[in-house]
């Protein structure tokens, strides 16, 4: 990663171009440069697929879970998806805003970049806050089971989880166009 970070900020020196002497080391410094951003760009791709296939496998799941398990096993399923996802699309979220932010740092700094930072960040925030909703919500919905049913809270927790995960998915999507007008 250390390396990749180095010959990302490589750079051709101003005039280097004129000496023979010199063109086959700055050409190779080049090539090294334009392999560690291939390099990133590709870790960026991978990233997004895992973290976008991720969400949206979820929320196919999510809608035939509702007519295919009784309550009980919905609940159960859902803590082992969650806790098994998170792991996975919390590394690949970081990938992808460790391969972007460093793509970023190589171009001059805008306002596209400032709008993808803020973007990278607010995105995080929401995912742990979504995170720890949909934790509540699994014990109300499991208290539910047990016999201890509050409706109105585990109503208004769903429509929490709900509108945090929409957001996940905007905040998603508003990234990788960003991202994509930011390396078009
Ligand atoms: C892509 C990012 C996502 C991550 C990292 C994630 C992670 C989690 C975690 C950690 C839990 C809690 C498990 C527990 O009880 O400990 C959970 C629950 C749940 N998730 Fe997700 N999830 C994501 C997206 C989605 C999407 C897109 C949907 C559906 C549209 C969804 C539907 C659910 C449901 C139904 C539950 C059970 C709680 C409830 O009844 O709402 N998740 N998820």
Known sequence: MFFLVAEIF???QPGSRNLSACRCYTST????SEFARAMLVVLLQLSVSVWLGGYVTI????CVSRETLEAEARVRFFRL??????????????CGLLSGGLLLAAR????????AFILAFALIVTLAVAVGQARRLTRLRQAALEGGADTGAIRRGAAGAAA??????????????LGSLLGS
């Open 10 to 12: 490589a750079r051709r």
């Open 81 to 94: 998806l969650g806790r098994a996802f998170l792991p996975v699309g919390a590394v690949a979220l970081a």
């Open 59 to 62: 929320a196919i799941v999510a």
């Open 108 to 115: 001059p700094w805008d306002g596209l970049a400032t709008a």
């Open 164 to 177: 945090l995960r929409a957001l996940l998915g905007v905040l998603s999507l508003a990234l990788v166009v």
């Open 29 to 32: 410094q080049m090539l090294m």
